[in-house]
């Protein structure tokens, strides 16, 4: 990242910002901590051997004021420290060390998390519970515009969460939470961070630092960041993996006026990355841009039966060109808006929650050979949603969701005929969550959702060359349906912590890609297999599937040592999918294999130190076309120490070893695992100053 490409970005940023300073930009609005206004101090005991951190804890997918243990769904909480000892270059790679969640691993650059073997359309990606409006779901090459540097706390959720996003999030959410519209008033000073590190695996550079202040009712916020690493080495030295180099950086700056019953408050974020494609014999690369302008207000008590209403929008101007040998082939301009009203009423007859009004709208366009792709599409929707939630018994609650949709979509398909397709989705649930004893939960949800098919499901019509298919859209898709049930068990007994969930999803009408078989040119003529310019013909299809697994994560403290505390984790999940109607072969494509590990923790005041081995079972459970890929063991070490604890300030530094076995290792979940190894043995030292 070169500082001259940033000084006019910069300069636009301080004006920004000195806008939103002024108060009369502002009206009265709601002091509310956090995405949706709601945050309470939960004390945590963690993965760190009993070691209880005070959490600020926001679930995204229920909009009251909850804790996880308070919820039927799993949600698991990546907080600033645990983001930074799971730094990768994406936020796919941050989490992949969590059960049930793996990552699309098609570039180091480009990595979309994975929830229980479903990615793109079934998996939701969120900064601040507004989606990240970028093209990840069209196309594994297409990276997040979120890095996870970024992130405060990274909150997850495992299972249906379709009050607020829809049959989109059906496998799951992940939300990246930013901070970058202030949430409260500091006490006149101001806070900050700052992050430095090098990496052995790609001579990688990371700096990111972060500024928080206030002055009167208005509060301030800076962030910037930049990432860089070059090809990065694979197991066997001097060997490195071509089209695995990153570039990457951000700069943001927000303001709020915060009053005593309420809060209004923007932000800005330039966002950009020029990182590598793995193709065989060509330099490929995508350079991308994002600008993201986010609005945000809380209204405490409107009136007499509301408790309070939250605004939240963002609209964001996406672009990207990939190149090849330097020369742009194909370019994707995407303008979207999302925004959200929410109001939360007094309890009533027992019952306390909230209605949701939300609409959408994105603008879609193609240039270059990527027009032979896909013709311009518009996709706007509105929805309306009621949660609900009521106690029962003194051990027994209930939550009940509701949300109904309309979401149109236009565009022209392989036959050249514009269509201006609508679709009403309808989605509810409905969960119990019960305490057995003080120290047990049990949750159990049963969930109905309904998605519109995308744009790309309905209109593609060309060759894709970054997955090396010839793509076929059918616009006559309807809805698909999914059926979820779900048990989860989370407990803390004494020193021994765990969590386990259980979940079953069947599909009627599910849309997915099918290899055909066939081999075709760019214009959809048959040729050999072996031609050098041969695409896979795929044809998008709906067949009823079936998706079922679970995950197991637990971890005990057993014993202390020179003052502090020795521990032992463990994890497991797994997951199955598989069609129940149609010809052909019964597996569903590139689903995670089955993972377990564990770890042994020290942890004290000032030292924490953690090994952990980590193994991929191999997967041979594969699809037609699809080849089975081989297993692995990972083993990896991380340790941190706390050099300076002042009142002003303090500083930590860390080492995180990765893959210490140096194993030659492929994510069968990436489309193109049998091209791409994942990095060998690699050292991070960090250092990271608070005050």
């Given amino acids: 990242m070169s500082l001259p490409k940033y000084n006019s970005l910069i300069r636009h940023t301080l004006i920004l910002v000195l806008l939103a300073w002024h108060p009369a930009a502002a009206q009265t609005a709601a002091s509310a901590p956090e995405d949706q206004g709601h945050a309470h101090e939960h004390a945590h005991e963690g993965n760190q051997g009993g070691h209880t951190e005070q959490e600020t804890i926001v679930v995204t997918g229920n909009p009251l004021e909850h804790s996880p243990d308070d919820l039927a769904i799993p949600v698991d909480v990546y907080q600033r420290r645990k983001v930074l000892e799971n730094l990768g270059t994406t936020l796919g790679e941050t989490l992949v060390r969590q059960p049930g969640i793996a990552t699309s691993g098609f570039a180091a650059g480009a990595s979309r998390p994975v929830i229980r073997g479903q990615d793109a359309f079934r998996t939701e990606v969120l900064e601040g519970g507004l989606g990240t409006q970028d093209l990840s779901r069209l196309s594994p090459d297409h990276a997040v515009p979120v890095n996870p540097l970024a992130a405060q706390r990274i909150e997850v959720l ?35 961070e700052v992050f430095g590190s090098y990496g052995t695996v790609a001579d990688e550079r990371n700096l990111a630092f972060s500024l928080d202040g206030s002055s009167g009712p208005m509060a301030w916020h800076f962030d910037g960041l930049g990432m860089n690493g070059d090809n990065y080495e694979i197991p066997g030295n001097p060997d490195r993996q071509p089209g695995s180099s990153i570039d990457t950086g951000s700069i943001s700056a927000g303001s709020a006026y915060i009053g005593e019953k309420g809060r209004l408050g923007l932000s800005y974020t330039r966002f950009s990355s020029d990182y590598g494609i793995p193709e065989a014999g060509e330099d490929v690369t995508i350079d991308m841009a994002t600008n993201r302008f986010r609005l945000e207000g809380d209204l405490e008590t409107p009136v007499s039966w509301l408790q309070a209403i939250h605004l939240r929008s963002a609209y964001t101007d996406y672009s990207h060109d990939e190149l090849a040998e330097g020369a742009v082939g194909q370019t994707f301009d995407n303008d979207q808006f999302e925004g959200r009203v929410e109001a939360l009423h007094v309890p009533l007859a027992g019952f306390t929650g909230a209605l949701g009004l939300q609409g959408t709208y994105q603008k879609l366009t193609a240039g270059g050979e990527a027009a032979e792709f896909l013709a311009p599409t518009k996709t706007s929707g509105v929805a309306a949603y009621l949660y609900e939630e009521r106690p029962i018994t003194p051990w027994l609650n209930a939550e009940l969701g509701f949300r109904t949709e309309y979401v149109g979509v236009q565009g022209t398909g392989a036959d050249g005929i514009f269509r201006d397709r609508s679709f009403a989705p309808v989605s509810g649930s409905v969960a119990l969550r019960m305490d057995v004893g003080a120290d047990v939960t049990v949750g159990l949800l049963g969930a109905v959702a309904q998605r519109a098919p995308s744009q790309i499901e309905l209109y593609s019509r060309g060759p894709h060359e970054a997955t090396g298919t010839f793509e076929t859209g059918d616009p006559n898709l309807g809805e698909e349906t999914s059926y979820t049930g779900e048990v989860r068990v989370s407990a803390a007994l004494g020193a021994l912590q765990f969590e386990w969930a259980q979940f079953v999803t069947r599909y009627d009408d599910y849309i997915f890609g099918s290899l055909t078989g066939n081999t075709v040119d760019e214009e959809g003529n048959p040729v050999a297999p072996g031609d050098p310019e041969a695409l896979d013909e795929l044809d998008y299809l709906s067949r009823s599937a079936l998706f079922y697994g679970g995950e197991l994560s637990a971890s005990a403290s057993l014993f202390s040592l020179l003052g502090g505390e020795v521990g032992v984790e463990a994890g497991f999940d797994w997951v199955r999918a598989e069609f129940t109607t149609g010809p052909g072969d019964r597996n569903l494509p590139r689903i995670t294999p089955i993972r377990w590990g564990g770890g042994v923790f020290f942890v004290d005041d000032r030292l924490r130190v953690r090994l952990d081995v980590r193994r991929t079972d191999s997967q041979d459970r594969v699809a037609t076309f699809e080849t089975a890929t081989a297993g692995f063991t990972m083993l990896d070490l991380g340790v941190s120490y706390l050099l300076v604890d002042h009142s002003v300030g303090n500083i930590e530094l860390s080492l995180v070893a990765r893959n210490l076995l140096d194993r030659r290792a492929r994510n069968h979940v990436a489309f193109n695992k049998d091209e791409v190894l994942l990095p060998g043995r690699g050292v991070r030292l960090g250092v990271r100053g608070s005050f």
């Fill in 158 to 192: 495992r299972g249906p969460a379709t009050l607020r996003h829809g049959g989109g999030a059906v496998a799951g959410v992940v939300n990246v939470i930013t901070q970058r519209v202030p949430t409260q008033l500091t006490d006149g000073g101001v806070s900050g």
